[in-house]
């Protein structure tokens, strides 16, 4: 029974129902954290007039500017480097550059160009061309790019009748399109597409540069990033990229006019590995290159060049651009000029410093800040090091002022997700434990009563003010003291229940307060797992006295825990990716051909051991479509994905000379054999065979092996006549005997794979489930998916094992708390981390070429790659919670698993149910545990580096657990067992 209610499907209900509220309790408080935790800064609608910059007409210089942004161009890309310094593959490509600064260094500037974190593309053409500042939180809009809401040097074109020409990369149109007036975008989320993006900006370059209707044309080209995504950093795609650029620089250089200006720039760097989005010095430092045919800085004047940095922020080319171009600088702008380029007089330099710090007065006034929270503004005779040092010191100020935290809003989120955890863990207890009789309206009444403490605490949120500690003290009184006297009260769920469920997670959660704990989680979740398994295996040994069964599963279990160190990175490891994990075209022939047939070996093991254990329940007996779908579907599936991987490890030139529908024709394949899969869970799950024998009179008398019993009651009600004989059955099979048939003259049945029928028509399910996960997981992380397959079924033997020996609650909660902490292993196992570079966005485009319509599809396949790990353990879960009531079944009453499903099919899911929320909880607190560590640790050095993404990628793993658990787990159990309910019907029909 389910809280002191009747077992039955109403109470069933009601569970899953409680459970979804305890969820959306949860999500909400994550939802107000974030709001009061991820900081913000206001967006000003005010726009720069030309009037007020009516004196700086005279700095402008050019009428023309040609901006190429070529994404992820490190500086070292572009800055010479000398032979001593052991430069690599990807240095000195740009001969154009280099040639450039070394001959003509009065016409030139190179610099490293520093960005803000995040690196990602959106929030740096917002700074790039707004000047503002971003924050964290704006990455979430990376894939939903808004129009810029503020000023911004496009704008001011726009606005003083200077066109403004736009190709490549689409972000642009979907921020600023309105003002272009000609555009030629192209997709860029397939980072799989090197040439694409970057032959169309070429197809409109030139031309554009031959029409006189524009004063900016905007080129991005996208193929040295997306080489970086598919390769990684040191590979010959990344050279040949450069060289693309190295020679648009050339040409471009030719054709240009006396008034253009050419500035070649990069939005990001890029990481060994290829990607970014966080913000080490490798995603940070990009570089910039300036070019006019006319002098650009002084490089005589040796007094003022001494004082100048190569080094700039990317907001500093805002107001830069716009006085060297005669407009407005952009109101919300926070850069300061690039002092080398107004240098050729000291006169204009000065009075470019002093238009740079009458804007950012004018943007001071307006965002109403106390003006001690700004240092001293210089005299108007200060040195122009002064007037760049007070610029950069306003701009660092308001970092500071908006990294403010709603503290009252972050400690009632922090106490609401409080109460859901403790709710969560008396629901899985109430599920394992039924509850006394007296309990029933106190556990109903519970989670109401908190829902509606947080309700009152969310309409009071809008008003603020010191009413919110008022009402989450109501919500805290409400939650606790309920959950305590229901704990008090029902004598079978004593608070050493609580603390026992709540300590796992507490200290997996507790990692969080320490930023080394959180750079090496891998290792200690490592350890976590290890030792569940170990308390299980100790139980185990304890119980029965031997130490035989647990000996092979705890071999495997740890040989493949053990295994997964060679997979671990260093989150701050600036070395090469891992071999094991690299592009298998970035490697050496023979190092990619070991690899590979590592690869195509662990795919086998996930195919034979599938194959294995249901023909060992004969469950492929017959030529059904199911059969059919094992024998020959999955085994042809795996091949295609192997076919896949092959052509993935082409070298790039001759994959491009490929035909396009070769490149997804195999994943393609794989999808469809996926659906039909899961098509046939749907519409026939169950794996039984029934088969009718001829009646005795005319057939021999059979020979019948009586060595094993069958389902009694089942075989008695199903089969039986009335006679003196006893009914009997092979291991994986049904028949009657010959003397009841004989007594009766009538047919008899045989019913094959009834026994692991739950079991083997789940495999239905997982099995596609796994090959998608393979497939979207790419080569390098096959390994580590088969050796995580491994191991779980390793734990689920010991959990089974378990419950034969001690209790089942015992061994499910076990189990599952386990199985989570090697989830979270295998996580950064198959190469992730917890920072946005690590999320392997090529895996959108597996089987699709050129631009989707939807990004739904690409999405969900970047969601399985990431979380992968996670959905592999959780779609494995309830094969071990079946065998774990069959096992006990037949422990306490020697009838087979179907009856006991059928007969005890409320127990089966109470079981089920409170694994999943075993499973779910741990994730539940480790999240609870972080929002308590960002609250300790808001004004940490490492906040933004470690915290936030730590922040973030804990939640999107606590909502891919829990939607994978409440719309594919028990949606599809529920299926399966009503699926079952009619073969039985359907065989008592047979008498």
Sequence with gaps: ?????????????????????IHLLQLGSIAL???????????????????????????????????????????DFMSPIPPEQGPKMFHNQMASVARCVQEQPE???????????????MQRIKGMTSGSLPTF????????????????????????????????????????????VRSFPYPSFNVMDLDTVDNGVMTH??????????????????GLDHAGHRYELNHHAIVNKLHFVDKVITDIMEKIEQDTLLIVLGDHGMTPSGDHGGDTPDELDAGIFLYSKQPLQDTRQKHLSQGYSDTVRQIDLVPTFSLLMGIPIPFSSLGRIIPQLFSLSEASLHHALDVNMRQMERYKVLTDVPEASFPTKPPPDASWEDKIQYLGNISESYRQLWATFDMPLMISALLLMIISC??????????????????????????????????ITTAILSHAGYAISLAILCAIITGLSSTALYITISRQTPWIAVVALSIPGLVYGAISFSNSFILLEAHCLNFLSNSTILAMAFLIVRKSGKLTPVLSSVFWASLCSFLTRFFLSHPEDTSDTNVLLKPLSSLPSDVSDRRFLVTVLCLTVFVGLTLRWLKNSNSLHDNSMNTVWFNFGLPLAAVWIILHWALGSMQHAKYERMPDWTKTLFPQLCYLKIVIGLALFVCCPN????????????RPRPVVDASKDIVPQLAKSLFSQPSSNHNHVARNGVTTTAAAAAHNNLPTFHVAGLPDCLASAWHLLSTPVILLLYLVGSNGAAISLTMLLVQTLAVSSLLVTLAKHSSESTALVLGAFALNFMAGQYYYATGHQLSIASVRFEAAYTGFMGELKSFVLPGALVVCNTFGAYFLVLVLLPLAVYQVHAGGATHHGGTRVLLTALSQRPTLHRHLLATLASFSLISALKVMMTMGADIVLRRHLMAHRIFVPNLIFQTLIFASVISCQLLLLLPAHHWLLHRTAHLVAALEKLH
């Design 33 to 75: 954290f974030a709001a009061g935790f991820f900081l913000t800064r206001p967006e000003l609608p005010n726009v720069s007039l030309p009037q007020d910059f009516a004196d700086a007409r005279h700095l402008a210089r050019f009428n023309r500017s040609i901006i190429l942004v070529v994404d992820a161009m490190r500086y």
């Design 422 to 455: 403790i709710l969560h863990v008396v629901f899985v207890i109430s599920l394992l434990t039924p509850a006394k009789a007296e309990c029933r309206l106190l556990s109903t009444a519970q989670l109401p009563f908190a829902l509606m403490a947080s309700g």
């Design 1 to 21: 029974m389910v809280d002191g209610q009747p077992d039955g499907p109403a109470a069933s209900s009601r569970a899953i129902a409680k459970l979804l509220l």
């Design 137 to 180: 939180i704006d990455f979430s809009k990376n894939f939903a790019s808004e129009a810029i809401a503020e000023d911004n040097f496009v704008w001011q074109l726009a606005r003083s009748n200077r066109g403004v020409v736009f190709m490549g990369d689409d972000t642009w149109q979907s921020l600023l399109g309105h003002t272009f």
């Design 687 to 698: 794996m039984v065979s029934v088969k009718r024998v001829p009646p005795p009179s005319t």
């Design 205 to 222: 370059l030139h031309p554009e540069m031959q029409r006189p209707d524009w004063s900016l044309i905007v080129g991005h080209f996208l």
């Design 107 to 121: 016409k030139c500037l190179l610099l490293k160009f520093v960005a803000d974190p995040p690196t990602t593309t």
